[in-house]
Nanobody, 123 residues
Framework: QVRLVESGGGLVQAGGSLRLSCAAFGGTFSVYTMGWFRQAPGKEREFVAGISWAGGNRLFADSVKGRFTISRDNAKNTVYLQMNSLKPEDAAVYYC????????????????WGQGTQVTVSS
């Protein structure tokens, strides 16, 4: 099993920045594609960003392109989501997830999930 633990959520003003981290334990982190998803109250869980094991293959949701960046440090077994120019619409619980093979945008493709970290954006 692989255990994923998110951190870095909190309260930020609109237009500000926040960096989320997700640390992996118990598995071989470097073989996994990693993804970030988010879920706001009353809404479906949606894809945010994904990154392949070597970091060269990345996907972003249209809503965050140009504002969010995903990266990973395999030596630290950690994936990051750098969020810039935050909008109130970005407020949600953010989850990291892991899967094999290439990044996808479908939540059910990911077999391992963290507990989530709350991001609140004030205006």
């Amino acid at each position: 099993q692989v255990r994923l633990v998110e951190s870095g959520g909190g309260l930020v003003q609109a237009g500000g920045s926040l960096r989320l981290s997700c640390a992996a334990f118990g598995g071989t982190f470097s073989v996994y594609t990693m993804g970030w998803f988010r879920q706001a109250p009353g809404k479906e869980r949606e894809f945010v960003a994904g990154i392949s094991w070597a970091g060269g293959n990345r996907l972003f949701a249209d809503s965050v392109k140009g504002r969010f960046t995903i990266s990973r440090d395999n030596a630290k077994n950690t994936v990051y989501l750098q969020m810039n120019s935050l909008k109130p619409e970005d407020a949600a619980v953010y989850y990291c997830a892991a899967k094999t093979f290439l990044p996808t945008m479908t939540a059910r493709d990911y077999g391992y999930w963290g507990q989530g970290t709350q991001v609140t954006v004030s205006s």
